[in-house]
Every structure is written in structure tokens, then in C-alpha cells.
């Protein structure tokens, strides 16, 4: 058992999804991320695909209102023992660049008090609160410093925890392959 109360065998192994339904889900995620910041509408849920690094994808597009493109670095997972557990990790700048954010849309049911465990290369890294749930999922966020990002960048598996009970988490390893150099192309 880890520092996140995770046992070995509760590591979930995860696969990547194909094309299509990759696309269907990243659209998702991007309109999760963008009904956060209030500025998602059917057509700004698309995104355009405008690079693939590795696992992670660089989606744009131009929300309503907005006067220029916002672009986000996204990868999705699922559960091979639980279809309905996904997760999906969303980097962008923040529009005026000041800011750089980690959002990750867990799946529903997550126990919010306890908050999303992260581990670099099975090295833990700390935890981060849930903001805001949304019809497809439960959203924490993370506003990263250099130092985060220099590990996610040097890392080669991040593992993102969620807990079903106090007791009981789920561990749902990430590849990092990619992250840096699709980070940046993120304008």
C-alpha cells in the first residue's frame, strides 16, 4: 500500500481510445473546460486537432466572445476493468498568460473531500481539491508553477488517484510521453 492508501492491486490499467471515439471524448473534455470558464457553446466544444506529441493532443478553438484562440494540451484514459471510469487531463495557459492550469475531469461518484492524489514516477506530489462537477465529471484544478511543470515535463508516468471511499483509491496512470514538447506549441 502507497502513501495514498492505493494497494498495488487497485491500480487500474488503462488504454488509450481509438480515433473516433477520441475525438467524441476530447470534445467532451474541452466543453467541460470551457463550461467552467463559462465560455463553451456547441460550436466552441469542437476544438480542432493542431498537433499530436506522443499521447497528448493540442486542440483549439475560439470561444464566443473570445477574441483570440484558446488551444489546451489533453490526454483521456479509461479504465480496462471499469468502462465508466475515465479520466481526462486538460493543460492550457490562461488567457492572459499568466497562469498555467492542470484541469482533470475525474469520473462521477468521486469521494470530493479527498481530493485527487497525484504521484510522478511513483513519487507523490500532493493532492488537489475538486472545484466543480459537471454533468460528465467531477473537476480539479491546479494552478502549476515551473517546478510542477518541470517535473510533469522530466516524468515519464503521472498517476492520478481518486478515492471512492476514505479508504479505497484508484490509481489511473497517465503517460507523460509528449507532454513537453506539445506544451510548447500551447500559444
Not at 502513501?3 to 488504454?15: A, I, K, L, N
Not at 465560455?39 to 475560439?62: I, L, S
Not at 490562461?94 to 497562469?99: C, F, G, I, P, R
Request: hydrophobic share 45%.
Amino acid at each position: 500500500m502507497d502513501h495514498f492508501g492505493v494497494p498495488e492491486r487497485h491500480m487500474t490499467r488503462f488504454f488509450r481510445f481509438p480515433a473516433p471515439a477520441l475525438a467524441t471524448i476530447m470534445a467532451m473534455c474541452i466543453m467541460a473546460a470551457g463550461l467552467w470558464m463559462g465560455t463553451a457553446t456547441p460550436a466552441a466544444a469542437q476544438g480542432a486537432v493542431k498537433g499530436v506529441y506522443g499521447d497528448w493532443q493540442v486542440r483549439c478553438d475560439t470561444p464566443a466572445g473570445a477574441q483570440a484562440e484558446q488551444c489546451a494540451l489533453i490526454q483521456s484514459v479509461v479504465a480496462e476493468d471499469r468502462s465508466n471510469a475515465g479520466l481526462t487531463v486538460i493543460i492550457l495557459k490562461t488567457a492572459d498568460q499568466k497562469n498555467k492550469l492542470m484541469r482533470v475531469v475525474a469520473p462521477l461518484g468521486v469521494l470530493l473531500p479527498s481530493g485527487l492524489g497525484l504521484k510522478l514516477d511513483d513519487k507523490d506530489v500532493g493532492r488537489a481539491g475538486f472545484v466543480r462537477c459537471l454533468p460528465n465529471g467531477c473537476v480539479a484544478e491546479i494552478v502549476m508553477d515551473d517546478n510542477l511543470l518541470n517535473q510533469l515535463k522530466t516524468a515519464k508516468t503521472a498517476t492520478f488517484i481518486i478515492f471512492e471511499t476514505p479508504e479505497e483509491g484508484i490509481g489511473f496512470p497517465l503517460s507523460l510521453k509528449g507532454l513537453g514538447d506539445g506544451y510548447v506549441k500551447l500559444p
